[in-house]
C-alpha cells in the first residue's frame, strides 16, 4: 500500500508542478527497494500455501500419489532455486556493503535493500525445505480407501 501512496502521490505532484508542488524526491528508488522486499517477502507464503502455477491438463488424469510425487519434485527444485536467489543476494549485500554504494537521489545505502530481500529469501529457503518434507509425507502416505475417510 506504501508503494502505491508513493507512486501515487508523486505522479500527482508531477502534474501540479505549476501549483507549487513536484515529484517526490527518491520515488523511484523507494519503489525499486520496496518492491524487491514484497516480492521476497511474500514468496514464502506463496509456496506454503501451493500459489505457484501449476499446469494441470496432463496431471489431472492420474492419481493423487503421482501428483504428490510431481509436486515433490517441484518443491525440491524450488528449494535449490530459493538456496540459490539467497546465496546470491548474500553475496550481493556484501559486495555492496563493503563498496559503500548508496543510490543516487537518497543516498541511502544499497545493502539495505538487499538485507531486507535477504530476509525474505532465507526465510523462503526454510519454507520450501519444509515443502518438501510436505510432499514427501504425501507421496508416502497411504491410499485411503473409498468411503472410509
Given at each position: 500500500?506504501?508503494?502505491?501512496?508513493?507512486?501515487?502521490?508523486?505522479?500527482?505532484?508531477r502534474?501540479?508542478?505549476?501549483?507549487?508542488?513536484?515529484?517526490?524526491?527518491?520515488?523511484?528508488?523507494l519503489?525499486?527497494?520496496?518492491t524487491?522486499f514484497?516480492i521476497?517477502a511474500?514468496?514464502?507464503?506463496?509456496?506454503?500455501k501451493?500459489?505457484?502455477v501449476?499446469?494441470?491438463?496432463?496431471?489431472?488424469?492420474?492419481?493423487a500419489?503421482?501428483?504428490?510425487?510431481?509436486?515433490?519434485?517441484?518443491?525440491?527444485?524450488?528449494?535449490?532455486?530459493s538456496?540459490?536467489i539467497?546465496w546470491?543476494?548474500?553475496?550481493?549485500?556484501?559486495?555492496?556493503k563493503?563498496?559503500?554504494?548508496?543510490?543516487?537521489?537518497?543516498?541511502?545505502?544499497?545493502?539495505?535493500?538487499?538485507?531486507?530481500?535477504?530476509a525474505?529469501?532465507?526465510?523462503?529457503?526454510?519454507?520450501?525445505?519444509?515443502t518438501?518434507?510436505?510432499?514427501?509425507?504425501?507421496?508416502?502416505?497411504r491410499?485411503v480407501?473409498?468411503g472410509r475417510e
Amino acid at each position: 500500500m506504501a508503494l502505491t501512496v508513493i507512486t501515487v502521490v508523486s505522479i500527482a505532484g508531477r502534474a501540479l508542478i505549476f501549483a507549487g508542488l513536484g515529484p517526490i524526491p527518491g520515488d523511484y528508488e523507494l519503489v525499486e527497494a520496496g518492491t524487491a522486499f514484497a516480492i521476497f517477502a511474500f514468496l514464502p507464503w506463496c509456496q506454503l500455501k501451493r500459489g505457484h502455477v501449476t499446469v494441470d491438463l496432463f496431471l489431472a488424469r492420474f492419481g493423487a500419489r503421482l501428483n504428490a510425487g510431481v509436486d515433490l519434485v517441484a518443491n525440491i527444485l524450488m528449494t535449490l532455486a530459493s538456496g540459490l536467489i539467497a546465496w546470491r543476494l548474500w553475496l550481493g549485500m556484501l559486495d555492496k556493503k563493503a563498496y559503500g554504494e548508496t543510490t543516487f537521489i537518497l543516498q541511502f545505502p544499497l545493502w539495505w535493500p538487499y538485507a531486507a530481500a535477504l530476509a525474505g529469501a532465507g526465510f523462503a529457503v526454510v519454507v520450501c525445505a519444509y515443502t518438501v518434507w510436505r510432499s514427501l509425507d504425501e507421496t508416502l502416505a497411504r491410499p485411503v480407501a473409498a468411503g472410509r475417510e
